[in-house]
């Protein structure tokens, strides 16, 4: 008998986390920018490139579930396009893809479910790791990738405290959005998610410049040209910036983040199967 009640109470909460658990499976689409030296605004009037992602989720209450995506987006930003007139001197650019995996926690205000509540705001936080390469153009619209440049000095005997950057880094991300039922098993999500990350190179743009001739003689003159582009402006009336002289913002890492619409199937788990089922096909259980 003992062991009768023992197996009762142990079989208790998995009856009751599967009566209210599902999963959602989604694609998502929307558009992507950065927050960074080169954009110091994190909703800029001008950058925005599209982003695409796949997500899941599994939801141990109608409230609390776990979410896991996979992402890729584009981001970009110019001094040329800013109103900063140091900047636009500077006159830097950045191009990257980024491919981002992230883990996170999702809470919904509502308990939404197939059977109840139809629409729900939530929000999300967590932790993810992401790749960037950025590159740019130089005047004859040619690619360059800016990393293996060193364009302040990263990786260079003569500056040993500048170390080469990783293009492997995390992100912490974190947003919200709503959730609309359509029907019993669509769900439409529109969605905002930002992402600070631990690197403040997603631009190439950090610190201060470097002597040029000193990088020219270790890494050539298109790393020359690239770390330093105001000369590429018609009105440039000066002279090379000195060695220290600021490039960027080292005090803070850069951002990135995503807006996008995601359309999702709603499914219940295997032990709320016979329920989820009966309000789809009511004629099998009459």
Same mark, same amino acid.
């Given at each position: ?60 209450? @109608?409230? +609390?579930?776990?979410?896991? =995506? /996979?992402? %890729?987006?584009?981001?970009? #930003?110019? *001094?040329?396009? !800013? ?37 729900? @705001?939530? +929000?999300?936080?967590?932790? =993810? /790791?992401? %790749?960037?390469?950025?590159? #740019?153009? *130089?005047?004859? !619209? ?39 039922? +359509? ?104």
């Amino acid at each position: 008998m003992k062991r009768v009640l023992l197996s009762l109470a142990l079989s208790l909460p998995l009856g009751l986390s599967a009566q209210d658990t599902h999963h959602e499976i989604g694609l998502g689409l929307g558009m992507a920018n950065y927050y960074g030296d080169l954009q110091p605004k994190m909703f800029a009037s001008d950058g925005y490139r599209p982003m695409a992602t796949v997500v899941y989720k599994f939801f141990m209450s @109608p409230r +609390i579930g776990l979410r896991t =995506g /996979v992402s %890729y987006a584009q981001v970009t #930003a110019a *001094d040329s396009l !800013g109103r900063i007139p140091i900047n636009q001197k500077r006159n830097l650019s950045f191009t990257s893809n980024i491919f981002e995996f992230h883990g996170a926690v999702e809470f919904n205000f509502l308990p939404i479910d197939v059977l109840r509540r139809k629409v729900t @705001p939530y +929000i999300f936080g967590g932790v =993810g /790791v992401f %790749y960037f390469n950025p590159f #740019a153009e *130089d005047n004859a !619209g040619n690619k360059h990738f800016l990393r293996p440049l060193s364009t302040e000095g990263q990786g260079l005997p003569r500056y040993p405290d500048r170390k080469q950057y990783s293009l492997v880094n995390m992100s912490f991300p974190f947003g919200g959005g709503f959730k609309f039922f +359509i029907g019993k098993t669509i769900l439409i999500t529109p969605e905002v998610g930002f992402r600070y990350t631990n690197t403040d190179y997603l631009d190439d743009v950090s610190k201060s410049y470097v002597n040029l001739d000193t990088l020219a003689a270790y890494k050539g003159q298109l790393a020359r040209s690239m770390s330093f582009r105001g000369k590429d402006v018609n009105n440039w009336d000066g002279n090379n910036p000195n060695y220290g002289f600021q490039r960027g913002d080292s005090k803070a890492n850069d951002w990135y983040w995503f807006s996008n619409i995601t359309v999702t199937v709603y499914f219940r788990s295997f032990g709320n199967r016979r329920a989820y089922t009966k309000t789809r096909c009511p004629g099998f259980y009459r």
